[in-house]
């Protein structure tokens, strides 16, 4: 893993806005695999020792992915992923929330924008991410240092699986 990577991760409460920017030392598309496959986010899209599991995804618009996050006691939150847009390699976005096991959606905890854009240059791929959500309440809830610091932290595994997987 390289040091020199940019990371950086802003909050904006006036757009209700957070905004993540990555480097990764891989191909566009390699990183672009990681985000849009179920088999990899599975090992990649949960803070560790909690881990993922996707149940199903339909990548395509109009399409969802449904997941659980596991904790280490076994107890499982799931979510929804509403795929709106995309643009094969460079970005797609969705609308995401909180469901039950039977992928009823809760009105109240769904409707963040996600818009994720994919750039390379030099082998470096640069990810850029904005979670939109619909209030100042909602991004004060889920935008806090806990959500950064276990973002950070699946970034880093994705890392980690990023360089195995460019040296096979």
């Known amino acids: 893993m390289s040091n020199n990577l940019l990371f950086d991760f802003t909050v904006d409460k006036t757009a209700k806005t957070v905004f993540v920017t990555r480097e990764f030392d891989a191909s566009q598309s390699l990183v672009w695999d990681a985000f849009t496959t179920a088999e990899m986010l599975d090992q990649w899209g949960a803070p560790a020792p909690w881990t993922t599991q996707t149940i199903f995804m339909d990548f395509k618009v109009g399409g969802r992915r449904f997941y659980k996050m596991i ?3 076994g107890q499982e939150y799931f979510s929804v992923q509403d795929f709106t847009s995309i643009s094969p390699k ?3 976005k969705y609308i995401s929330g909180s469901s039950d096991k039977d ?4 009105p109240e ?7 994720l854009d994919f750039s390379e240059a030099n082998g470096i791929t640069t990810f850029r991410m ?5 209030n100042l309440e909602m991004l004060e809830m889920m ?3 806990r959500f950064k610091e276990g ?16 040296q096979r």
């Open 71 to 73: 904790s280490p006691e």
């Open 90 to 92: 460079t970005n797609y």
């Open 103 to 106: 992928e009823n959606i809760n």
């Open 109 to 115: 905890f769904y409707g963040s924008e996600n818009n």
């Open 130 to 134: 904005s979670i939109k959500y619909k």
């Open 143 to 145: 935008a806090n240092d």
């Open 151 to 166: 973002f950070t932290m699946t970034l880093n595994i994705l890392e980690k699986l990023l360089t195995a997987l460019k």
